[in-house]
């Protein structure tokens, strides 16, 4: 009997220094597709917040003065303990909330989806979706694109929770009305309809580079990969060499869709 984690996690800002003070998560069980847990809570640590995330998240220093260091917690108990192979663990965005719980000693044994990463391979962008165009692939964003008041209040209200932006356990509820989404699209997209058949391309789409079509910075903003190569093909190699430092780095900067689509068009 497997178990799907919805979480998200907010920290005291994006440096390798810096630790988790809130995890908001869902237990699922995979077979009756009813929830089994839920998590939403503000941890202490020897970190201060930076402001910037402070900023963006709301915590301050004097709400988790008092509260337990998330070492202690029972989600990551949870977590280790739920550790294999028959489980899937789900964000937007792993590749930052992942590092962050892997700080704690936690050495993963999930099937991963990252539901940002599957969107980038089932949406484009500037694509009309429900009379809007995808500006990016921010879960906020598509929220306000796919979701509608009604159903967000319907699904927090099943658990007593509240949605509230960049909070924990609000972003888990909008994110599992977003999984619910993608899996429709993959249906559309693949004709997979069987619940083991969608999991198991959210998995394979989560491992597989995305092709970058539109670069959305610098000098050729909004210009295609393909233009860029056949009109400035000495800054598509620089941009390439930059994503190549960063790699090696393991820095925040390094995009491993735009390097491996950099990486296409110049090989």
Same mark, same amino acid.
């Given at each position: 009997?497997?178990?799907?984690?919805?979480?998200?996690?907010?920290?005291?800002? *994006?440096?390798?220094?810096?630790?988790?003070? %809130?995890?908001? @998560?869902?237990?699922?069980?995979?077979?009756?597709?009813?929830?089994?847990?839920?998590?939403?809570?503000?941890?202490?640590?020897?970190?201060?917040?930076?402001?910037?995330?402070?900023?963006?998240?709301?915590?301050?220093?004097?709400? #988790?003065?008092?509260?337990?260091?998330?070492?202690?917690?029972?989600?990551?108990?949870?977590?280790?303990?739920? &550790?294999?192979?028959?489980?899937?663990?789900? @964000?937007? $965005?792993?590749?930052?909330?992942?590092?962050?719980?892997?700080?704690?000693?936690? %050495? $993963?044994?999930?099937?991963?989806?990252?539901?940002? %990463?599957?969107?980038?391979?089932?949406?484009?962008?500037?694509?009309?979706?429900?009379?809007?165009?995808?500006?990016?692939?921010?879960?906020?964003?598509? !929220?306000?694109?796919?979701?509608?008041?009604?159903?967000?209040?319907?699904?927090?209200?099943?658990? &007593?929770?509240?949605?509230?932006?960049?909070?924990?356990?609000?972003?888990?509820? #909008?994110?599992?009305?977003?999984? !619910?989404?993608?899996?429709? !699209? #993959? &249906?559309?997209?693949? $004709?997979?309809?069987?619940?083991?058949?969608?999991?198991?391309?959210?998995?394979?789409?989560?491992?597989?580079? @995305?092709?970058?079509?539109?670069?959305?910075?610098?000098?050729?903003?909004?210009?295609?990969?393909?233009?860029?190569?056949?009109?400035?093909?000495?800054?598509?190699?620089?941009?390439?060499?930059? %994503?190549?430092?960063?790699?090696? !780095?393991?820095?925040?900067?390094?995009?491993?869709?735009?390097?491996?689509?950099?990486?296409? *068009?110049?090989?």
């Amino acid at each position: 009997m497997s178990k799907s984690i919805i979480f998200d996690t907010e920290t005291t800002g *994006l440096n390798k220094e810096d630790k988790i003070i %809130q995890i908001g @998560a869902i237990i699922i069980d995979s077979d009756s597709k009813k929830v089994v847990d839920i998590y939403d809570d503000l941890f202490s640590c020897d970190v201060p917040i930076n402001i910037d995330a402070m900023a963006t998240h709301g915590i301050r220093e004097e709400y #988790i003065k008092d509260k337990d260091i998330f070492e202690n917690s029972k989600f990551l108990k949870t977590i280790n303990d739920l &550790n294999s192979e028959e489980n899937y663990l789900i @964000a937007h $965005n792993l590749d930052f909330d992942l590092p962050m719980i892997e700080k704690y000693d936690f %050495q $993963n044994n999930f099937q991963l989806i990252d539901t940002l %990463q599957c969107a980038k391979h089932l949406y484009d962008i500037n694509e009309d979706v429900n009379g809007y165009k995808i500006p990016n692939y921010k879960l906020q964003s598509f !929220r306000y694109i796919l979701l509608n008041e009604k159903e967000e209040k319907e699904e927090a209200s099943k658990y &007593n929770l509240e949605i509230k932006a960049h909070d924990a356990i609000g972003d888990v509820i #909008i994110l599992k009305l977003f999984l !619910r989404k993608l899996s429709l !699209r #993959i &249906n559309d997209k693949f $004709n997979l309809k069987t619940y083991d058949e969608i999991m198991d391309k959210l998995v394979h789409l989560t491992k597989t580079p @995305a092709e970058i079509k539109t670069i959305g910075f610098g000098k050729h903003k909004g210009s295609l990969l393909s233009d860029i190569a056949k009109d400035d093909r000495s800054y598509l190699n620089w941009l390439f060499s930059e %994503q190549e430092k960063s790699k090696k !780095r393991n820095d925040i900067n390094f995009d491993k869709n735009l390097h491996w689509s950099i990486e296409r *068009l110049l090989h």
